[in-house]
């Protein structure tokens, strides 16, 4: 079946903009999550969602950044003002039912914020 | 704060050779995960490991776990260039599996 989807695959931007991320997770996955690898980078958590919940969302880096979830579907990462320093590929996670199962991960989106 | 520290973070391997990556995780965690990246693509899942002494073998990979001595090992046999890619563990104490990475291991296999 289809695996999980993100759009757009490339963005570049200026800084100052904002920017809207779009992540599809697999159909009938309940958790969804949000990383971010910078280069060269492992990864770091940035926001768990559960539903269209978000029970965590510690690794936010700012306010400038936000996420949403249309119920067991769709999450958008928005970061606001974007910066230099936001330059990365962004992550999404879905797995079934989001306790420990194993993750599937999207293609990502690399932002480069110039 | 869990933190999670492999290594070698570079490993250039000649093909037919053994060699083993290290992760070990700074507090007792619930799972251990290995994933797999190609350039420019996402990660790959290739094992979950779940308790301690858990071995889990896949072609020329094998990982492992002790959870006493917060050490899991990723072993590769008779390398080959299609293994080539970067590592990476990943361990959870959530109940809900968000996961903390090691920083990666460059593993490139010559011929």
């Known amino acids: 079946g289809a695996g999980v989807s993100q759009s757009p695959s490339n963005k570049v931007t200026e800084k100052g903009k904002d920017v809207e991320l779009r992540c599809d997770p697999i159909?009938?996955?309940?958790?969804l999550y949000w990383y971010r690898q910078r280069l060269g980078q492992g990864l770091e958590f940035l926001i768990y969602?559960?539903?269209?919940?978000?029970?965590?969302k510690s690794g936010l880096p700012s306010d400038r950044f936000s996420a949403e979830r249309t119920g067991e579907s769709v999450s958008t990462l928005t970061i606001q003002r974007t910066q230099q320093e936001d330059s990365a590929v962004y992550l999404c996670?879905?797995?079934?039912?989001?306790?420990?199962?194993?993750?599937?991960f999207g293609p990502g989106t690399r932002l480069t914020v110039l | 704060e869990l933190k999670v520290e492999q290594n070698p973070l570079f490993l250039s391997m000649q093909e037919g050779k053994n060699y083993t990556i290290y992760c070990n995780y700074s507090t007792t965690s619930d799972r251990l995960y290995w994933y797999r990246q190609d350039p420019g693509k996402s990660l790959e899942s290739l094992f979950v490991l779940l308790s301690n002494g858990a071995v889990k073998q896949e072609g020329r990979l094998m990982a492992s776990l002790d959870t006493k001595a917060r050490l899991s090992t990723l072993h590769i046999t008779a390398a080959v260039h299609d293994l080539s890619a970067t590592y990476f563990c990943?361990?959870?104490?959530?109940?809900?599996?968000?996961?903390?990475f090691g920083q990666g291991t460059i593993l490139t296999v010559h011929p």
């Open positions: 996670a879905s797995s079934l039912q989001g306790l420990g199962d194993t993750q599937y």
């Open positions: 990943a361990v959870t104490r959530t109940s809900y599996g968000k996961l903390t």
């Open positions: 969602f559960q539903g269209n919940s978000a029970p965590d």
């Open positions: 159909s009938g996955h309940t958790a």
